[in-house]
């Protein structure tokens, strides 16, 4: 179905990238919200085709650059080059529930952004199905659930097809598996068509498959930049063990467990309802996986699950400013013991 | 543009932000016209002054209608700021020119009037209504959530001006010489409203460079409106 949408929009609208399209370009962009200080100096160049990931904790910054390079927000200081043939499009963090059906506001969108109406007819059936919107799209937008909202925002913004700038204020977010999946392998194909795309995002799935350049915010300023290399140089893969242990047995603090090669956290999981042994959280690098195993089963202790981690980025790590192959645990449960060793030391600093 | 100002006219007509207004407006009219017969000018001249204060009201309604991301994304689906605000007035000035020919049309038709009114009253009456509804569109704009975020804030402000504008004629008179000139800048709403309950054939020169004068004012204001809107940053 993907290959048929891919079909579609090549038939109609600007797709193939451009050697006169120089992409769009930040510099020393700065912006000032009431009295706070939003975006200070950001730099940021994304050419046609390319995938510019934006990270970083809430208030970070990330929707308000969004907003920045959509024209919504005029930069107080700096400036924005935007030398890209297309238009933009954005979906934002949340769209309004307004009051018409999907179908009706996406075709008052399309219309609105003057694709033909034969076009977009096509167009929304299209998506909708890869989206798999299905009945929702005769469904009030008040009545829908934020994932299938969230479909509906996606799709306007795809409306225009391959080509331009994209701009993607957290897309996966609330997307079931299959929509996600979707949308990323959707994104691939238009960003090898030219698409320039700049997204808000903190699913490992995306930053993966189709980021050319990771841009890590905090309060405002750009705290790294990751390339493409540096993503794919995320390390090897990571193992979650579970394991019980009798009850007040602290491996946390058994320097002999906890400094054993391979062992990256070790928390107690206090969410278990076991009163006569304790639940305990491993992560370990892959290779070491089985000496752990049989650390546990020697000194008394037993597995209940294994399992590798899908994913070999670390949101944790990356929002940090640290390598994304670098592990790190965070607080919040108790007893967590960080053994991670620094690897902050590649990537770009903020200049 | 037809496509924006029919999905701006349509989302307002489903929001029920314009019943508020339309409402006060309808009723108030009917008020007036509870007795007949009714002089033409007088008649004329109330609802005029009434359609000044609906327009401002249902303005604000419609600039308000659409939810910040949503003006976000109306931007740049059409493409331009300015595109977006032009279709939100000729939006608002369709509401106010429907609200205008009832205004006109129901009380002739209703048989309210003591005589059927003559050729310049009826000009009179159009362009009265219009221009007083234009110059209520031009206050409102400014009090939309762009320019005053809380409408805690801005409908008081709103009714402070459009009172001010209605008693600008004896302000004037008690103002100092130094402040007089406040006096001149209020929108001209009092004149407009007197010139048209004074309405004689024979001054039909002063009625028309106090409706020029009004129409003026009124789309300067909403020419500023639609300037400011291309170097401001949206509504966030």
């Known amino acids: 179905m993907i290959w048929s949408i891919l079909g579609f929009f090549k038939k109609s609208d600007q797709a193939s990238p451009d050697l006169s399209d120089r992409g769009i370009l930040l510099q020393q962009v700065s912006k000032r919200l009431g009295h706070a200080q939003v975006l200070n100096q950001i730099n940021l160049e994304v050419k046609p085709g390319e995938c510019a990931v934006l990270v970083g904790r809430n208030g970070s910054g990330k929707s308000t650059l969004l907003r920045m390079l959509a024209g919504i927000l005029l930069p107080d200081t700096g400036s924005i080059h935007r030398i890209l043939k297309g238009s933009e499009r954005y979906a934002v963090d949340g769209l309004p529930r307004l009051p018409f059906t999907s179908g009706e506001y996406l075709w008052e969108m399309g219309r609105i952004r003057g694709i033909r109406p034969e076009v977009l007819r096509g167009r929304i059936r299209e998506l909708s199905e890869l989206l798999y919107l299905d009945t929702a799209i005769d469904q009030k937008l008040p009545l829908l659930s934020k994932g299938t909202l969230q479909k509906v925002n996606l799709i306007q913004a795809l409306l225009p097809g391959p080509g331009g700038l994209l701009l993607l204020d957290e897309p996966l977010s609330g997307l079931d598996i299959p929509a996600q999946e979707a949308v990323v392998s959707l994104l691939g194909q238009w960003k090898d068509e030219g698409t320039c795309i700049v997204t808000a995002c903190h699913e490992t799935l995306l930053i993966e498959r189709l980021a050319d350049q990771v841009i890590v915010l905090k309060k405002g300023s750009v705290l790294r930049y990751w390339s493409r290399e540096d993503i794919l140089q995320a390390g090897e893969p990571v193992v979650c063990i579970q394991s019980l242990a009798g009850a007040g047995e602290d491996l946390a603090n058994d320097l002999s467990i906890v400094q054993q090669q391979g062992v990256m956290s070790l928390v107690h999981n206090t969410s278990s309802g076991i009163s006569n042994a304790w639940l305990w959280d491993w992560k370990v690098v892959q290779q070491s996986t089985d000496d752990v195993l049989r650390m546990i089963l020697a000194s008394g202790g037993s597995v209940v699950s294994v399992q590798q981690e899908e994913s070999q980025l670390h949101m944790e790590s990356l929002l940090e400013g640290q390598h994304p192959a670098v592990h790190t645990s965070r607080g919040g449960v108790t007893e967590s013991v960080n053994l991670s060793s620094s690897m902050d030391d590649a990537g770009g600093e903020a200049q | ?236």
């Open chain 2, 1 to 236: 543009m037809i496509h924006l100002t029919r999905y701006l006219l349509r989302h307002h007509i489903r929001s029920q932000k314009y019943f508020a207004p339309v409402i006060f407006y309808i009723i108030s009219m009917l008020l007036i016209y509870s007795y007949k017969p009714n002089p033409i000018a007088d008649s004329y001249s109330v609802t005029a002054m009434l359609l000044f204060l609906a327009a401002a009201w249902l303005g604000v309604m419609v600039m308000n209608t659409e939810p910040a991301k949503q003006v976000q994304l109306l931007v740049l689906h059409a493409g331009s700021r300015r595109k977006v605000v032009t279709s939100q007035l000729i939006c608002a000035w369709i509401m106010q020119f429907m609200l205008t020919a009832i205004t006109v049309l129901y009380p002739v038709f209703a048989g309210m009037f003591e005589r059927q009114p003559t050729g310049e009253e009826w000009m009179m009456t159009w362009l009265g209504h219009l221009g007083l509804s234009l110059l209520g569109l031009g206050i409102s704009v400014f009090f939309q959530k762009s320019y005053i975020p809380l409408l805690s804030g801005s409908m008081p402000a709103l009714i402070i001006v459009l009172l001010l504008s209605f008693i600008q004629g004896s302000l004037s008179e008690r103002l100092p010489e130094s402040l007089e000139w406040i006096g001149r800048i209020l929108p001209p709403a009092f004149y407009l409203v007197r010139e048209m309950m004074l309405f004689d054939e024979s001054k039909m020169n002063s009625f028309v460079s106090v409706m020029l004068w009004t129409v003026i004012y009124a789309l300067g204001l909403l020419i500023i409106h639609v300037w400011l809107s291309g170097r401001r940053d949206l509504r966030g």
